[in-house]
């Protein structure tokens, strides 16, 4: 059974940088596929953040791509976010999720369970 | 960037129908996916492709999408089904981006 579970700090100061990791459990990462991030600030919806392929590759929300990262490590079966200079409007429950299988599967059919980070000095 | 418009609520009788939209501009021609999320829980998928289901989803969800207007039709509705939906599509014209719809609020009365 494919199990993610997000890691991190759930308090990070103004202006400093927001890290998580995503363990991905019953599934090697290398056999192929897309992982991606979304967050969701307390009572509000869902907000699509980037995703990356297990080569790699990567795209980004247009509205957050300046201060973000995403990347991978087949190694460890595990893709991390990065995200610089937040602020309070980056509180949130950050997810991880996998894209579901094959080319056309444009959705997300795992995900983890969330890590709720606070923007607070 | 491509904007999917959902009602903020809807409420629905037990055992009655529940329908849920979500507007895009020519919406019909794209795959359409949808998430049921509980409080404290992340979302979980239970339509995708405009109609299929994931296994484990109950045949009293139900998907269709023409059009300017996807719709979930929840049929049969139980108390277990109160929770937030989001319709969800792939935007692969402004530079192969997820986007999720406003959300809806179904309330079991």
């Known amino acids: 059974q494919i199990q993610l579970q997000e890691s991190g700090p759930g308090l990070v100061k103004p202006s400093d940088t927001l890290s998580l990791t995503c363990a991905v459990s019953?599934?090697?990462?290398?056999?192929?596929?897309?992982w991606g991030w979304i967050r969701q600030p307390p009572g509000k919806g869902l907000e699509w953040i980037g995703y990356i392929y297990f080569t790699g590759s990567t795209y980004y929300n247009p509205s957050l791509k300046s201060r973000v990262t995403v990347s991978i490590d087949t190694s460890k079966n595990q893709v991390s976010l990065t995200l610089s200079s937040v602020a309070a409007g980056d509180t949130a429950v950050y997810y991880c999720?996998?894209?579901?299988?094959?080319?056309?599967?444009?959705?997300?059919?795992?995900w983890g369970q969330g890590a709720l980070v606070t923007v607070s000095s | 960037s491509y904007v999917l418009t959902q009602p903020p609520s809807v409420s629905v009788a037990p055992g009655q129908t529940a329908r849920l939209t979500c507007g895009g501009n020519n919406i019909g021609s794209q795959s359409v996916h949808w998430y049921q999320q509980k409080p404290g829980q992340a979302p979980v998928l239970v339509v995708y492709d405009d109609s299929d289901r994931p296994s484990g989803i109950p045949e009293r969800f139900s998907g269709s999408n023409s059009g300017n207007t996807a719709t979930l039709t929840i049929s049969r509705v139980e108390a277990g089904d109160e929770a937030d939906y989001y319709c969800q599509v792939w935007d692969s014209i402004s530079g192969q981006t997820f986007v999720f719809g406003t959300g809806t609020k179904v309330t079991v009365l």
């Open positions: 019953g599934y090697s990462i290398s056999r192929g596929n897309w």
């Open positions: 999720a996998r894209k579901g299988d094959g080319s056309r599967a444009w959705y997300f059919d795992y």
